[in-house]
């Protein structure tokens, strides 16, 4: 059984930071693409970013977030993580880890096609 669990979030200033974690059981990272998410009410969710299970591990960012966030994983402890700086208003949303189930690249970059949520996600407040 999957079972994922989404924390760090939390109430921050325009410009600030914060550290999300995804701890996951039920299967091995580094087999499966994992990815970030986040979604405001009334709107669709926003695929954020995403790391391979290459052995490089390679990440894509959507363009909202590149240069401010970076995606990771601790695989001995079956752990995503979302560094996220200079954070902006428009960042407030529930933010979810997910395993991506069709992952789509192109000549420079890869997303998420496709993707399963697991956990209740964790909530972001950015307002002053």
């Known amino acids: 059984e999957v079972k994922v669990v989404e924390s760090g979030g939390g109430l921050v200033q325009p410009g600030g930071s914060l550290r999300l974690s995804c701890a996951a059981s039920?299967?091995?990272?580094?087999?499966?693409?994992m990815t970030w998410v986040r979604q405001v009410p009334g709107k669709d969710p926003e695929w954020l970013a995403l790391i391979t299970t290459s052995s490089t591990g390679r990440t894509y960012y959507a363009d909202s977030v590149k240069g401010r966030f970076t995606i990771s994983t601790d695989n001995a402890k079956n752990t995503l993580y979302l560094q996220m700086n200079s954070l902006k208003t428009e960042d407030t949303a529930v933010y979810y880890c997910?395993?991506?189930?069709?992952?789509?690249?192109?000549?420079?970059?890869?997303?998420?096609?496709?993707?399963?949520?697991w956990g209740q996600g964790t909530q972001v407040t950015v307002s002053s």
């Open positions: 039920g299967f091995t990272f580094g087999t499966v693409d």
């Open positions: 997910a395993t991506s189930t069709n992952t789509h690249c192109g000549t420079n970059s890869c997303y998420p096609r496709e993707y399963r949520r």
